[in-house]
T-cell receptor, first 111, second 113 residues
Framework: QKEVEQDPGPLSVPEGAIVSLNCTYSNSAFQYFMWYRQYSRKGPELLMYTYSSGNKEDGRFTAQVDKSSKYISLFIRDSQPSDSATYLCAMSDYNTDKLIFGTGTRLQVFP | DAGVTQSPTHLIKTRGQQVTLRCSPKSGHDTVSWYQQALGQGPQFIFQYYEEEERQRGNFPDRFSGHQFPNYSSELNVNALLLGDSALYLC????????????FGPGTRLTVT
């Protein structure tokens, strides 16, 4: 079993929809949770990061962490065709600086 | 403010050869991490450099080695290339105090034939 599980998709939604992207994890020591966006053949771009449990909002993006369920989510409001990309979740704990990534979810937003 | 830069963009090598990839971190960052991303997969941690020393290492063989220079830039070397080494190699930089906040470069796409 992988430490971080993420549905690869693809997830196809119409423009303006609310998108929900999710990851589950098995390591209870994870404390830092990141979301990256990766366009085709480009490097990952850091969207948001949260520490421990709770919510964080940045514009159209909201990140949620539920440590009791070992479940994290990224919500995208008013989705745009330019949001079409692969979204990667990543995590780390206090004892290591390495990021453990999910496989990524491919999102397609059609006009 | 320049972000993380990597060179070259693309590289084609033959099995058994050696390759060196280069990375310049974001301004103000002193820690560099390297990741390997196979097609359709998330990045896998190779190792991290801080103060010119390898601080952490992932599950990669000794064929993968690195270096960090006094200006914080870094190199990744891979010896005795295998077909399975074909991947996108990503460099990420971070400030030591917030080492989980990693910013990635565009990557070097390595093809081994």
């Amino acid at each position: 079993q992988k430490e971080v599980e993420q549905d690869p998709g693809p997830l196809s939604v119409p423009e303006g929809a609310i998108v929900s992207l999710n990851c589950t994890y098995s390591n209870s020591a994870f404390q830092y949770f990141m979301w990256y966006r990766q366009y085709s053949r480009k490097g990952p771009e850091l969207l948001m990061y949260t520490y421990s449990s709770g919510n964080k909002e940045d514009g159209r993006f909201t990140a949620q962490v539920d440590k009791s369920s070992k479940y994290i989510s990224l919500f995208i409001r008013d989705s745009q065709p330019s949001d079409s990309a692969t979204y990667l979740c990543a995590m780390s704990d206090y004892n290591t600086d390495k990021l453990i990534f999910g496989t990524g979810t491919r999102l397609q937003v059609f006009p | 403010d320049a972000g993380v830069t990597q060179s070259p963009t693309h590289l084609i090598k033959t099995r058994g050869q050696q390759v060196t990839l280069r990375c310049s971190p974001k301004s103000g960052h002193d820690t560099v991490s390297w990741y390997q991303q196979a097609l359709g997969q998330g990045p896998q941690f190779i190792f991290q450099y801080y103060e010119e020393e390898e601080r952490q290492r992932g599950n990669f063989p000794d064929r993968f080695s690195g270096h960090q220079f006094p200006n914080y830039s870094s190199e990744l070397n891979v010896n005795a290339l295998l077909l399975g080494d074909s991947a996108l190699y990503l460099c990420a930089s971070s400030p030591r105090q917030i080492s989980y906040e990693q910013y990635f470069g565009p990557g070097t796409r390595l093809t081994v034939t």
